[in-house]
């Protein structure tokens, strides 16, 4: 004995693996996005500690080199 599907059962069967397809492209994408947010964070963050030490060694070498009360300036 043959098994026959019906026309109804084999358009179920194929939007069932579509919309399946479909969620792990979607599952896919977003681990994707989620990791490159994560990583422009991290890099974004990484740059603003850069920017606050270079800020910080600045201050801290036009404090060694300020003049002395009362001296005259020298170029």
């Known amino acids: 004995m043959k098994d026959h599907l019906s026309r109804a059962e084999i358009r179920k069967d194929a ?5 399946e397809a479909a969620a792990g492209v ?3 994408v977003t681990t994707i996005i989620t ?3 994560r990583d422009v964070a991290s890099a974004l963050g990484g740059f603003a500690t850069d920017v606050f030490e ?4 600045a201050r801290k070498a036009a404090a060694e ?3 002395l009360p009362g ?3 020298t170029d």
């Open 65 to 67: 080199h300020a003049p």
């Open 35 to 37: 990791g490159a947010v």
């Open 54 to 57: 270079i800020r910080d060694s």
């Open 26 to 28: 979607v599952g896919q």
């Open 71 to 73: 001296a005259e300036p």
């Open 15 to 19: 939007v069932q693996d579509t919309v």
